[in-house]
């Protein structure tokens, strides 16, 4: 097999492709060749070449400016002679470097999964099948199928191309796209010809936007044009967001404020007597504890933890600024067919003989009842309707299956999961008669008394087989839409007899027609007809004529279960639903009233009307229109555009490729997993694995409680760091002696600053999240309140830390370890004690304090680190602590439970206790 990267494979016929890469040009190659491929030529993708490599990751962690800072001072500090407390630091500084690196790894890791999440899929053929594999595991000689909406998954020779177009801007810069051809191409003189006139390949990265086409892959990973590109520039794209960078910014500000509050402690210690040496130390090292360094880190991991539980409710983030974004949604305009509804037709009405049977059960589980007047009826008792049933059957290319799938839970318990094989519409009608005449039976196919089929096709709208009877007989079958069977129908069956379809009978199957079509029933007719004489090949028009009519059936994609509560969700959390489809006003509109859209501003609107109105008029009625019917791709963007014209953040979903541009448009675009094309997918911000308008819903309450947590650390933390340097200010302010010893600052910063912060990262959302307003997408991080919180907390840990020391001084100033000992604890206590109180918007009295598992875990953690250096006898002198008594620990419970205790009894008094209201709302979308 020969792949020189420089092969003309334009220039070579179809076979003589096949040929040179040793591959079939129909059944493709074996799973055993693509394997060994994969192996010599390695994955199809891309170099990633920004990904640090993890030493660096480990080294730079020690390339802060105060870090550096702080190695020289434990240098000096060890050729002075203090070994222990040099060492000790020095051991310190490495830890916190250990967790930053531990952190950033796994945060990369995190990133790096969700790249692969997003990463395309591919059609190919193996071994004369056709299978949906990742195109990262494509070789040099598979052979793919593409199709409208495809992402081309790598450089490929086309053997045939039916209307065949690519969008190739990516590499040729082209935005109208190229029509493409199989046949073999020939320059002159035989020069090269350019990638945007080599009109038989495809090259990876580039679009479908039209056709079908088949082609064998020449190329993959780096050695594909757009590898070639990569060769030369960087295009790994860094997953940043505008929080990061924001906090980035933040950080830099508290650098400036931390090293000045520094040197004031310095310059006031020296000023009251103090060691310059001494006080230098501890000045860096309340710089290191109070810059929070771990805070992007910090960050990017409570937004990697976010999408992967945003993942397992099936919702794939493409894009991490997009999680930010997710909290503002204000509008959220949706598809109706397989996101709002099940896209499972289901029969709910049969009709004949002027009489209506209400058919229970939705989906595809053929588990339902015949209901006449609300009561069960056998069909076997009706022969009108087993007729119906019968050819509701035979006249179905459809297939019912079933598989079993074991439980964990109960064993030896199963379920049993039904699927439909081919036409929704046509499974809708085997489902039908599967309730009617029993699973097993209709499952079985009941095909060996077909002996021919006349086809569905758009001008006769209808569908017919002809089935041989048991006594040798031959019966014609029809199905389709009503007036065109009834157009075909002489007769009717009517109460058990067939009589002449009269004007007044005829009249009244159309009346009944109309009836099932204003409720939004898509409604089909059953008609048969005894042949005499058959012999296959009779023309179409003497086969469908003449028919007897047997009744109607009116089916509609049902809402989905979770839908309404999902609506209602939104309605409390201050979200506009808005449904957007193709479908006709009435279906919509049906579907709009039995899920709760039609609220105060429920409007509905068809394209044609938006066709005669202006932007400006748009606009202003946008806001009252909650269901959009009829609409084109081209409408989808108008709409789009005049909510955000309104103020609005809105999502937006679409499956299409014509979707495309409103996807990208919305602030938050969504593509649907299962229906979706590759190029809605690369437009989208968000991907639905399920296709599910409440995944949707869940990820916009996850994107709030992932900000929400952020808040929540960020709170923690500066707090924190504000108590700590004010400790130290006020005290060489106040002339008193040093209430901590810079290796007790470093190891608060150790076990207060690390496993609590991340697990705030991880906190469920409170009850009420989805009972809030969106926030603005321009929202400062420290609004609603939080800046203040940061501020007050602070000022109270350390106030309540400073007067533990005084206080245990003032009893034995001659003692000044014990007074530091008691002031350490009480630090790191009311740090832990506070990180409870950032939970909570409110109170620390509205959480319950075990709901956080991996918080209550890192606290208790954080506990036995400090009762260890407190305790152990080989520790005390390295950390400079003692033993401490009862009485001790009293003041120090007391003094680091006040803050949190005090803004808690405030926060009680201010907010009362939250709404449940969401809650019972979000627990209904959860199930």
Known sequence: MDTQPNQKWYMLTSANVADVLDSDADRGLSQEEAKRRLSRYGPNQLADTKRKPLFTVLIDQFKDFMVLILFGATLISYALGEYLDAITIIAIIFINGLLGFIQEAKAERSLQALK?????????????????????????????????GDRVPADMRLFEANRLEIEESALTGESVPAGKTAKTLSPAGGENIPLGDQKNMAFMGTMVTGGTGRGVVVSTGMETEIGKIAHLMNAAEEMGTPLQHRLEQMGKILVVVAVLLTLVVIGAGVWHGHDLFTMFLAGVSLAVAAIPEGLPAIVTIALALGVQRMIKRNAIVRKLPSVETLGCASVICSDKTGTLTQNKMTVTRVWHSNTVYEVTGSGYEPEGVFLLGGRQVSPARDAGLSYILRIADRCNNARLSCEDTRKLLGIGKTERRWQVVGDPTEGALKVLAAKGQGAERVKSGQQETRVEELPFDSERKMMSVVEKSADGGFTLLTKGAAEAVLAR??????????????????????????????????????????????????????????????????????????????????HQAGIKTVMITGDHRVTAEAIARQIGLMRGYGQVMEGRELDNMSDERLAEIVEQVAVYARVSPEHKLRIVRALQSKGHVVAMTGDGVNDAPAVKTADIGIAMGITGTDVTKEAADLVLRDDNFATIVAAVEEGRNIYDNIRKFIRYLLASNVGEILVMFFAMLLGMPLPLVPIQILWVNLVTDGLPAMALGVDPPEADTMYQRPRHKHENIFGRGLGWKIISRGFLIGGMTLLSFWLTLRENPDDLVHAQTVAFVTLVMAQLIH???????????????????????????????????VYIDALQPIFKTTDLSFRDWALILVAAGVPTFVAGIGGALRSGRPRSTAERSMRAVRS
Not at 839 to 844: A, T
């Open 835 to 869: 990180v409870f109180d950032c939970r909570s918007q409110y109170s620390v009295f509205h959480r319950n304090i075990f709901e956080n598992k991996f918080l209550v875990w890192a606290v208790l953690s954080s506990v036995l680190l400090v009762l260890g250096v």
């Open 116 to 148: 692969e999440l997003a990463s395309p899929m591919a059609r190919v053929v193996r071994d004369g099948q056709v299978h949906m594999i990742p195109a990262s595991r494509l070789v040099p000689g598979d052979l793919v199928l593409l199709e409208a």
């Open 489 to 570: 129908c002489s007769h009717i069956l009517w109460n058990g007899e067939v009589q002449p379809l009269s004007a007044s009978l005829r009249h009244q199957v159309l009346n009944q027609t109309e009836e099932m079509a204003s409720q939004a029933l898509r409604v089909l007719a059953f008609a048969y007809k005894t042949l005499q004489g058959y012999r296959p090949g009779h023309p179409l028009g003497v086969l469908e004529s003449g028919l007897v009519f047997v009744g109607l059936a009116g089916m509609i994609d049902p809402p989905r279960e979770e839908v309404k509560s999902a609506i209602d969700l939104c």
